[in-house]
């Protein structure tokens, strides 16, 4: 009872000191110079402990005690410290404050560690890639095959596979707008010019797996490209012996514009592979993003793009030599006829944004695609195959003579006619510590497809198939589908971050449902990812992925090749086709530490990818010829690691390591996916020289595992061999004939003040002179025998650039 009445004392003694002591509640929203709320500002009162910190709607609340003059000071990185004297407030204040940017002049910045990767998202810094020795021209994608996990093995494609899945498993995205690449392509020849203009690019995001709902569904890879908005006037201007490029952009208070335009002919290049003849490509892309600021709040994009690649040859002879030191062989073909290709590709897109304020915003997408392809050639060929050392007219099979001979002619009809629209409308809010992400989509595809392609082969005067009562041909295919279908997909997540005395916690995790009118399947695709940096220790960082991914049938999945009892190949579409599905576990970790007194970060990652309902398909050269069924199972699994450092200041370089192990059951046999490569190695490096600062070196160098391949029209469960590893090496001298300004130095006079940097460059493109194979033609005797030929990639090629930023 005695304790009861002092407890009731002290707390009565304290409502009374309380009431004696009163105090001022101050409240009010911090804002930014246009108006948007700023958050994490540290609001305080001057001269105590009390303090409080904006939200992400820029609102703060605190209290203080009476006094003639309070003394508010509001504080953030980035901005002038403001301060506020209140004179004898009392009650409820309200104190609204806009906070002033601050700007000042930096010195030497020097790189002291890497930023820790906490999500599925990797940003990639592109800015050095410009002056690399690459064959596309610097583009994103050959930058992205020297990542772990992403290969290639074809130096004139943009295609590339991630951890063993199929070219057509990686989703792109420009300005927030999936894009498609043509349908078609059969070889590096014909493809041209990249969708992704490198001199627009303002930033890269990249995964490799474990991607968030807000990706499309796609079983391998997310590529999230973000074209830059100029600040002034601005351009660049690119001339090579294989083609030029020019990049303008502009911006005013409201307005911004980029626009690009590309022109290539590799004809040079294309010479230096074993089939001669006149080559005469010519690939031509336009791309513009505009921004208007309509208002503080709201906001219109545009993004367009126009792509017309012409690829001609007309073959004249060809000469190979293949196999081994005690068995060489020599192919040797003399062609008539010519192949005309013509890819093009209109994409339009119109983006209106709305913020409501600085935490949230709803955005409405509507786009268009629309390619027009065509695939038409007419070859004929007198081939001729020895031991290598003799000459043809030996008897047939001999040792030392004349293993095969005979004529061929190919021919094809194809043409695709293909349209997307879209339109989507996509939200995010931002709720505490929460980060929401939702949207919406609606798709409308139309496919017109026309395609005839055959072959009739001889060998020895007999045509293959042999058959004494008619003439056979040994392949031909027919195709004429129109086909509209309609799309429907939503996703929401949310992105959780967390600082504790543990350490800094990012939790993203959502849902996406998919469904298309077509086969009538609904999909749900739940998708988490976790990333952890401890407080004990804080240069590793862990982050764990896991989530249900479908890879949504486009046309060339879901047609199916149907042999009737002639012999005669007709495609048919299938509309029991279903989603391939992939069930991924992806862990991994970065740990940084300086070396050399110079920064360095370690990244390792592991994954396994349970597959189902997979469409077994075989790659010849870049085709992907799907069987149009889902008939198969399997699994992927492997190790990534990176090495990302600036071994030189201001020069990032980077070494990458994969060991991969894919495994698919088709038809009851177990064999590796068409993309296992089991191990790959991959370097790219650049160093200014010390005596030489104007002097800039590159290299890129990549060595991976040959591809698993089969004979023409065969499956990998009737037997496989694997062709050579590819191993290519790069490198590239640049001078800057204008080096850019460095900071703090002065500003450039007369003429040369309107030119940023001018750089003249020399690469040397395959600087081994390694012949790598792209695919194979084989020739087929009398009775029966295959032989692979190999079809050989480019050789060795040199190339001079100039590079001018004003």
């Known amino acids: 009872m005695n304790i009861f009445r002092k407890l009731l004392s002290i707390i009565i003694v304290s409502a009374c000191a309380t009431n004696a002591y009163a105090a001022v509640k101050i409240h009010g929203k911090v804002t ?7 958050e994490f500002v540290t609001v305080r009162i001057a001269g105590t402990a009390i303090g409080a910190t904006s939200g992400l ?23 002038e410290e403001a301060t506020r004297r209140l004179i004898k407030p009392a009650g409820d204040v309200t104190l609204n404050v806009k906070m002033t940017s601050k700007t000042f002049s930096l010195g030497d910045v020097e790189v002291t560690e890497f930023r820790k990767q906490t999500g599925s998202m990797q940003e990639i810094n592109t800015d050095n890639y410009r002056l690399a020795p690459d064959v596309s021209g610097g583009s994103v994608e050959s930058m992205l095959t020297t990542m772990a996990g992403v290969t290639s093995g074809n130096e004139m494609s943009s295609q590339y596979s991630v951890r063993g ?25 014909q493809e041209g010019l990249s969708i992704i203009n490198p001199d627009m690019v303002g930033s890269v995001n990249f995964s490799t797996g474990g991607f968030s709902p807000q990706y499309a569904d796609k079983m391998s890879s997310a590529l999230d490209i973000t074209y830059r908005q100029p600040e002034a006037f601005e351009g660049s201007l690119g001339a090579s012996l294989m083609g030029g490029n020019l990049a303008i952009g502009t911006s005013s208070k409201r307005f911004t514009q980029l626009h690009g335009v590309r022109y290539k002919s590799n004809a040079s290049l294309l010479s230096s592979m074993e089939d001669k003849g006149e080559y005469d490509p010519r ?47 020599q192919f040797k073909v003399y062609f008539d006829g010519q192949e005309k290709d013509r890819f093009e590709t209109f994409f339009g897109a119109l983006t209106l944004d709305y913020r409501f304020n600085k935490s949230s915003s709803l955005s409405l997408l509507t786009s268009g695609y629309l390619t027009n392809e065509l695939v038409a050639y007419d070859i004929s060929g007198e081939y001729w195959l020895d031991q290598a050392g003799t000459t043809g007219g030996g008897s047939g099979g001999a040792i030392g003579g004349e293993l095969g001979v005979g004529r061929y002619h190919e021919h094809a009809r194809n043409r695709l006619k293909a349209s997307v629209f879209s339109v989507g409308l996509r939200g995010t809010t931002g709720l505490n510590r929460h980060s929401l992400a939702y949207g919406v989509d609606f798709k409308h595809e139309t496919i017109h497809d026309r395609a005839r392609e055959w072959e009739v082969r001889d060998s020895a005067g007999y045509s293959l ?11 031909n295919l027919d195709s004429r589908h129109n086909l509209s279908s309609n799309r429907f997909s939503a996703y929401v997540q949310d992105t959780y971050r967390l600082s504790t005395s543990a ?42 992925a896991t989530g249900l991914y479908y890879q949504s049938p486009f046309y060339k999945e879901y047609r199916m090749p149907v042999v009737d009892e002639n012999g005669n190949t007709r495609i048919v579409l299938n509309s029991d086709i279903k989603s391939q599905r992939s069930f991924q576990f992806i862990a991994g970790a970065d740990y940084t530490f300086r070396a050399f007194g110079r920064p360095f970060k370690l990244t390792g990652e592991a994954y396994y990818k349970i597959l189902g309902n997979l469409i077994p398909y075989e790659v010849e050269n870049l085709k992907v010829v799907y069987s149009g069924v889902n008939s ?62 104007k002097l800039k070196f590159s290299l890129r160098g990549i060595l991976s595992d040959g591809l698993p391949t089969t004979a023409p029209r065969s499956g990998r469960d009737e037997g496989y061999f694997r062709a050579p590893a590819y191993k290519r090496v790069d490198i590239g001298v640049s001078y800057a ?49 295959q032989y692979a030929v190999p079809n050989y990639l480019t050789r060795r090629q040199l190339n001079v650039r100039l590079t001018i930023d004003f």
């Open 32 to 38: 930014e110079d246009n108006n948007e709320p700023l």
């Open 57 to 79: 709607d820029g609102t703060y609340v605190l209290s203080a005690p009476e006094a003639d003059t309070i003394r508010v000071v509001f504080t953030c990185i980035g901005y």
């Open 165 to 189: 899945g199929s070219y057509d498993e990686n989703s792109v995205y420009i300005n927030g707008i999936e894009v498609y690449r043509p349908q078609l392509i059969s070889s590096g020849q």
């Open 283 to 329: 690939y031509f892309d336009y791309q513009t993003a505009m921004t208007l600021k309509i208002s503080p709040k709201f906001t219109a994009s545009v993004l367009g793009n126009i792509a017309i690649n012409n690829y001609k040859f007309i073959p004249a002879s060809r000469s190979t030599n293949f196999g081994t030191s005690t068995d060489a062989k």
């Open 465 to 475: 198939p042999v058959d004494l009562g008619a003439l056979k041909v040994i392949y």
């Open 503 to 544: 350490g800094y916690l990012n939790i993203t995790g959502g849902i996406r449902f998919s469904y298309w009118d077509y086969n009538k399947e609904t999909l749900v695709s739940p998708r988490v990812n976790l990333g952890f940096v401890p407080d004990a220790a804080p240069r590793w960082a862990f982050r764990f």
């Open 632 to 693: 198969s199972k399997g699994f992927a699994a492997g190790l990534d690691f990176k090495l990302f450092g600036q071994f030189v200041p201001g020069s990032d370089s980077w070494i990458s390591f994969s060991l991969m192990k894919t495994q698919e059951d088709l038809n009851g046999v177990k064999v590796p996916r068409p993309t296992d490569r089991r191990y790959a190695f991959a370097l790219y490096f650049t160093d200014y020289f010390p005596k030489f600062p």
């Open 737 to 785: 004939l204008l080096s850019p300004v460095e900071e703090g130095a002065a500003p450039r006079t007369g003429f040369l003040r309107h030119f940023k940097s001018i750089w003249l460059g020399l690469d040397c493109f395959n600087l081994l002179d390694i012949s790598n194979v792209s695919s194979y033609y084989w020739v087929t005797d009398v009775n029966n025998i």
